[in-house]
């Protein structure tokens, strides 16, 4: 099946810096998601995309829906302790028959961001 | 309550034992998810109801059985579990438009989870 490359897999930052972390795939998205994920909790979404070259803000976080459509980045700026937990990003297609699996989205195998006070 | 609820948040079963774990979406949505979580591995999807049908089944053991009686509810029914069953199970809902037979779905809502462990 698909697969989405997620890098890097673990990053260890000094608070303030900025963080980048990215997503490829093999095949091409129509929608690109970004999660984050606390200890002990589901993923909340952060980000979503839904053009390629598409980039949106939300808050000190921007992401980008690549121009091929295969690809995905999130980046944070001036980090904080609470920006500690794992990042997902996800990619999904869309328009196809009720019953095909390739609407359901694929995950990345996550960034878990550890945040140095 | 909120977005998506999930109960128990905590479960510890034996090999013999029948549980279930109830979601419920206060979203309006009207298909729904379970996915398993294990450590270091990607989240994996293991059932989707759209509009109350089962559309996708990733060949996940039958001793895991879904049930989704309307909507905004949907439950995980486990017996005879293994111990690597053992993970955090959640559940998610999205929306999803149909039309000429195809689905356009909406971004998911994840809920908090269940942790199971299995002795």
């Known amino acids: 099946g698909q697969q989405l490359n997620q890098s890097p897999q673990s990053m260890f930052i000094q608070e303030g810096e900025d963080v980048s972390m990215n997503c490829t795939s093999s095949?091409?998205?129509?929608?690109w998601l970004w999660y984050k994920q606390d200890p002990g909790e589901g993923p909340v979404l952060l980000i979503a995309?839904?053009?390629?070259?598409e980039l949106t803000s939300n808050g000190r976080l921007t992401a980008q829906f690549g121009i091929t459509r295969k690809d995905s980045f999130l980046n944070i700026s001036a980090s904080i302790p609470s920006d500690v937990g794992i990042y997902f990003c996800?990619?999904?297609?869309?328009?196809?028959?009720?019953?095909?699996?390739?609407?359901?989205?694929?995950f990345g195998g996550g960034t878990r961001l550890m945040v140095k006070p | 309550e909120t977005g998506v609820t999930q109960t128990p948040r905590h479960l510890v079963m034996g090999m013999t034992n029948k549980k279930s774990l109830k979601c419920e979406q206060h979203?309006?949505?009207?298909?729904m998810y379970w996915y398993k979580q294990s450590a270091k591995k990607p989240l994996e999807l293991m059932f989707v109801?759209?509009?109350?049908?089962?559309?996708e089944n990733n060949s996940v053991p039958s001793r895991f059985s879904p049930e989704c009686p309307n909507s905004s509810h949907l439950f995980l029914h486990l017996h005879t579990l293994q111990p690597e069953d053992s993970a955090l199970y959640l559940c998610?809902?999205?929306?999803?438009?149909?039309?000429?037979?195809?689905?356009?779905?909406?971004?998911?809502?994840f809920g908090p989870g269940t942790r199971l462990t299995v002795l």
């Open positions: 109801y759209s509009l109350e049908e089962r559309v």
């Open positions: 995309l839904y053009k390629a070259g």
């Open positions: 996800a990619g999904q297609h869309n328009n196809r028959p009720n019953n095909n699996a390739g609407n359901m989205l694929t």
């Open positions: 095949s091409i998205f129509n929608t």
């Open positions: 979203l309006g949505h009207n298909a």
């Open positions: 998610a809902s999205s929306q999803v438009w149909i039309s000429g037979g195809r689905a356009d779905y909406n971004e998911q809502f």
